[in-house]
């Protein structure tokens, strides 16, 4: 296997529910093509709008079991107790080791288990500049009914919480702003500062 300074930089992106991780990474998407974004497998279905392949891979209870079998996902969770979402692995190591930049925008669970499979990661925390900023993002993008905001809200404050097992914070208040900090990240030589 290359060495992990051979190989190109790994950087995840999380933070908490409606912070603007997928904004972000979007920017990124379209502004960055030279870098890779990992697109991830899910059960959930397609939102309107929403291209198989392109923003996930839509895909059966049953294919995301024979993935998880086969060890196809270098990660995966339940998210927000609805559906499973997961990154191919495969797909990760191929860009990687081809020296090609690579990005994965998901949640904290994920996080937590790239950090422990492939410490060369370099984990960034996407925050809101305020508590009362992130409701109101959560309100105004009108995709959760009351109920699940106010669960998804009370997720978040434990989310917040996990700032400090990552290595660098983008403060997201504006997205252009966040989308070139998260560049930079691929360029410069910030390092991990986990122990
Ligand atoms: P949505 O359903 O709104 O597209 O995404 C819901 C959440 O799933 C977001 O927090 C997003 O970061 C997370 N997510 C998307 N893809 C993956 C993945 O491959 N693995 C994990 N663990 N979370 C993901």
Redesign the pocket.
């Known amino acids: 296997m290359a060495d992990a300074e051979d190989r190109s930089r790994l950087v995840v992106l999380?933070g908490p529910?409606a912070v603007g991780?997928?904004t972000v990474a979007a920017c990124v998407r379209e502004q960055h093509p030279d870098i890779w974004i990992?697109v991830?497998?899910?059960t959930?279905p397609a939102r309107p709008g929403e291209v198989d392949g392109v923003?996930?891979h839509f895909i059966s209870d049953a294919e995301f079991d024979r993935l998880v079998a086969e060890d196809g996902l270098l990660?995966?969770?339940v998210?927000?107790r609805a559906?499973r979402?997961?990154?191919p692995r495969a797909a990760v190591e191929d860009r990687l080791n081809r020296g090609v930049p690579a990005l994965?925008?998901?949640?904290l669970?994920?996080?937590r288990?790239v950090r422990r499979t492939m410490p060369e990661a370099l984990m960034c925390f996407l925050k809101p500049p305020s508590f009362a900023e992130l409701e109101r993002r959560l309100v105004g993008r009108g995709t959760e009914g009351p109920e699940e905001r106010e669960r998804r809200l009370a997720t978040a404050v434990t989310e917040l919480a996990a700032e400090s097992e990552f290595d660098v914070t983008i403060i997201n208040t504006d997205v252009e702003t966040a989308c070139e900090e998260l560049v930079d990240l691929f360029r410069s030589g910030v390092s991990r500062t986990r122990s």
């Open positions: 999380a529910t991780k997928g990992s991830s497998v899910t959930r923003h996930y990660e995966w969770a998210v927000h559906a979402y997961g990154t994965l925008e998901i949640d669970q994920g996080a288990q």
